[in-house]
């Protein structure tokens, strides 16, 4: 760009700012009042336009395999990098009602990425690398190995989600069971009661700060977002030093939301 072109677009990148924020106040208003099927279709948007960009590199990077297959391979180990850093964009808002499918989309599109790095990576080094003719069968039997290694990293991938769902369900099940002994129990047990209650949310807090498909901290999808997390935390507080109150119901038809997501990924034998 010649500098008369750069001092022409600079008084527009300022106005950029303005003009964003202005349109979202424009707009606010507009989706405040549509209904909740509007707000779960528009929050849903970044993860389908995440998904179109995993699939578009992937076709590129198969059109491209038979010309430059270095490339090809950059280009999906690029893919599997990318994905570990970002991660998809996973909406936070209806957090217990796309529980059930954030249990299915997080493990599929770390799946997807992982056999897209591995492919790029195992293109990367056969074809880049001078392999003399001898060693061909050894670079085939590697490669092989490889394709074990990743069928059971991928495997290992889908049962921790399954462990994950029935821990959820066992745990919000306990959680459930204790709050109602306590708002129906005799006031003279109650403070063993609570102490129940206690440790069962202490054991369903550590399952919820879990991530679903990997267990890496930084990096994974997350349960429920952490704001949501701390608002049941709350509504279950409340629910033992209250027993009876209103958050108890609020609560358990929290929990009942839980478990109704993890519904098809128990497994106790995973």
Not at 30 to 58: A, C, K, N
Not at 155 to 176: D, I, M, P
Not at 185 to 199: F, H, I, P, V
Not at 210 to 229: C, M
Request: proline content about 6%; some cysteine.
């Amino acid at each position: 760009m010649t500098a008369a072109g750069f001092s022409a677009a600079y008084p527009l990148s300022l106005l950029s700012g303005p003009l964003v924020g202005g349109a979202y106040w424009v707009v606010k208003p507009w989706f405040v009042m549509r209904s909740e099927r509007w707000h779960r279709v528009i929050t849903f948007v970044p993860m389908v336009v995440y998904l179109l960009l995993l699939g578009g590199i992937t076709i590129l990077a198969a059109v491209e395999l038979p010309g430059d297959p270095v490339a090809a391979g950059l280009a999906l180990a690029g893919l599997w990098v990318f994905h570990v850093l970002s991660g998809a964009p996973e909406p936070t808002s209806f957090a217990f009602e796309r529980l059930a499918g954030r249990l299915t989309w997080a493990a599929a599109f770390h799946v997807f990425s992982m056999v897209c790095g591995t492919v790029g990576l195992v293109l990367c080094v056969i074809r880049s690398l001078p392999v003399p003719e001898r060693f061909e069968p050894v670079v085939v039997g590697v490669s092989l190995g490889v394709v074990v290694g990743l069928g059971t990293a991928l495997l290992k991938v889908f049962v921790r989600v399954r462990k994950l769902g029935t821990q959820l369900a066992r745990n919000a099940k306990q959680l459930e069971r204790c709050l109602d002994r306590l708002s129906h129990g005799a006031t003279t047990e109650r403070r063993k009661l609570q102490e129940a209650a206690e440790d069962a949310w202490d054991a369903l807090d550590l399952t919820l700060r879990s991530k679903i498909e990997t267990g890496f901290h930084l990096s994974g999808t997350f349960v429920i977002p952490a704001e949501d997390r701390r608002s049941l935390e709350g509504l279950v507080t409340e629910a033992i030093a209250n027993p009876g109150a209103p958050p108890y119901r609020d609560a358990v038809a929290q929990l009942d939301m839980l478990r109704t997501a993890c519904r098809n990924k128990i497994d106790t034998m995973a």
